[in-house]
């Protein structure tokens, strides 16, 4: 599947972004999804997941209580909404996929995703 993540921007600290995730060249809904960032000058990190149908959720502790993963599956669609941000949130974040059919596996590990959308900036200014 491809991926085009969208929706980063400038943001004041304490604001809010949407992040977008649009997927296109299959099945949307067998695949599950997860978020990373990748902050200037670090390595790669988990921000959120979920499964086939978004039932079942996980969250890396930086933004646990502030971010929520979602999915659209008939707008083929997945979302990261980011409130309360901060400027240690300033990343390239980066949706990724993995077939699942419809399991409700979920996945923590860059390495365990097949499929990876561009990356979309996020800056938060303090």
């Known amino acids: 599947v491809q991926l085009q993540a969208s929706g980063g921007g400038l943001v004041q600290a304490g604001g809010s972004l949407r992040l977008s995730c649009q997927a296109s060249?299959?099945?949307?809904?067998?695949?599950?999804i997860g978020w990373f960032r990748r902050p200037p000058g670090k390595a790669r990190e988990f921000v959120a997941a979920m499964n086939w149908n978004g039932g079942t959720t996980y969250y890396g502790d930086s933004v646990k209580g502030r971010f929520t993963i979602s999915r659209d599956n008939p707008k083929n669609t997945a979302y990261l909404e980011m409130n309360t941000l901060r400027p240690e949130d300033t990343a390239v974040y980066y949706c990724a996929a993995r077939f699942v059919l419809h399991s409700d596996s979920y996945y923590r590990q860059d390495s365990d995703y097949d499929d990876w959308g561009q990356g979309t900036q996020v800056t938060v200014s303090s």
């Open positions: 060249g299959g099945t949307f809904s067998t695949y599950a």
